[in-house]
């Protein structure tokens, strides 16, 4: 069942295999923006957040295309029953 979803949804066009390259963190296991890192004196780049070495790294993933549920998504984030929105730094 999992591979005729899959297979459904890549002849959709809804996912699609791309890749993504940047700054990333083995030890935070994240993507860094080039405004979110800093070249040392040493030559070694860190993640400014956290002081982890980065390397430029790229890899192959599976993308999902929201463009064609866009309408859906905001609609359904409108409707308080379904979800809510956070404030962030204010009391509740």
Not at 9 to 37: C, M, N, R
Not at 38 to 63: H, I, M, S, Y
Request: glycine content about 8%; hydrophobic content about 30%; proline content about 1%.
């Amino acid at each position: 069942m999992e591979a005729d979803v899959k297979g459904k949804l890549v002849a959709s066009g809804d996912i699609y295999k791309g890749t993504h390259s940047g700054w990333y963190s083995v030890s935070d296991e994240a993507f860094y923006s080039p405004s979110q890192i800093t070249k040392l004196d040493d030559g070694r780049v860190v993640a400014t957040e956290t002081g982890n070495e980065v390397f430029l790294e790229e890899e192959e993933n599976w993308k999902f295309r929201l463009t064609g549920y866009k309408d859906r998504l905001r609609d359904w984030l409108s409707k308080s029953e379904c979800a809510y929105k956070m404030s962030y730094g204010t009391d509740r």
